[in-house]
């Protein structure tokens, strides 16, 4: 810019000449043109828009994906609970892990996109600790579990417990299929008449009202207990045999709903066995060849009667007949 005066070179802006002092008009004076928009303010971090996500962001989030719902919690991303619902569960896990860290940025007011990443970084440590941490809990479970079973197997034999393989190794078709089923002694589709070997065995009534087993028409018992027994199945045994599993339910009040016996046919002979039994009224049954094992839920587990050449063996001790036991009494 030049003095309209002298003619001097001066600084632009200047509102006297150097040379000769005089002022320079205004028109002479740059100012800012209405015309030209100014330049743009400088850009800086944080102020994106509300749905802008910063570079650093987005991403897979090893912590969304495996703690799914626990982390939408902490993130308050609370459509990462869809995780918890069956089926979709999965569906939604892996949704968070590809749009779980874009999703926690709009949610939450975060310092920067460093201090954003280090807590997603913690999210993700945690979760991928405890996946490794149950994978070695997994495996040592394996590993002592064989050993938990073994001391299991020596308490079950040092107290007369059973096991399957052991009830049925040595009996008589050991190569037979294991028949299986259930018993229910409640039921109202037992039979009240069954055909044996020795005869029809029925349950009658009497004019007075009493119910009674019979063998041919003949009574079976004349006990007191004789009133409560019925027949809940029939088992087949070799050579024509038969053991007829009784019930014994009703006379002995809501503290034991029901006992049972067994009824051993050959040919015209008819015995009894002891009464037997942990007052449950179900229970399940296993059958190969001439032996069969019951078990019958009780207090703390399973009890497990097997009947093997005519005698019951309750949790590995044989019952023998007396008088408090003898269905007959």
Request: proline fraction near 6%; hydrophobic fraction near 40%; glycine fraction near 12%.
């Amino acid at each position: 810019m030049f003095c309209n005066s002298c003619g001097a070179q001066v600084a632009p802006g200047s509102a006297f000449c150097s040379q000769c002092g005089k002022p320079f008009p205004a028109a002479q004076q740059p100012g800012v043109s209405l015309d030209k928009a100014g330049p743009a303010p400088m850009e800086r971090p944080g102020e994106l828009g509300e749905f802008d996500v910063p570079p650093g962001v987005a991403g897979w989030s090893w912590g969304a994906f495996l703690l799914n719902w626990i982390w939408a919690i902490g993130n308050r991303t609370w459509i990462g609970l869809l995780a918890i619902i069956p089926y979709i569960g999965l569906i939604v896990a892996i949704w968070l892990g590809f749009k779980g860290r874009e999703m926690a940025w709009r949610a939450r007011t975060w310092d920067s996109v460093d201090h954003f990443n280090r807590v997603q970084k913690r999210w993700s440590y945690w979760a991928i600790g405890l996946v490794l941490g149950s994978l070695v809990l997994g495996i040592v479970a394996a590993i002592v579990a064989p050993g938990a079973v073994s001391d299991d197997e020596d308490y079950r034999a040092a107290n007369g417990m059973v096991q399957e393989d052991d009830v049925f190794a040595d009996t008589a078709g050991a190569g037979a299929r294991i028949e299986r089923g259930t018993i229910d002694s409640s039921a109202g589709s037992l039979p009240t008449r069954l055909p044996t070997s020795a005869g029809m065995l029925e349950r009658r009534q009497d004019r007075d009202g009493q119910r009674y087993m019979t063998l041919s028409g003949t009574p079976l018992f004349d006990g007191e207990d004789a009133q409560w027994q019925f027949p809940v199945r029939s088992f087949s045994l070799s050579n024509g045999r038969e053991a007829v599993l009784m019930a014994s339910s009703g006379g002995r009040g809501n503290s034991c709903e029901t006992l049972f016996f067994f009824l051993l046919v050959d040919g015209d002979k008819v015995r009894n066995t002891p009464l037997f039994g942990t007052c449950a009224p179900q229970g399940s049954y296993r059958q190969r060849g001439d032996l069969i094992a019951l078990e019958l839920p009780k207090m703390g587990g399973n009890s497990q009667i097997v009947l093997r050449d005519g005698e019951v063996i309750e949790d590995g001790r044989t019952i023998t007949l007396d008088n408090l036991n003898d269905p007959a009494k």
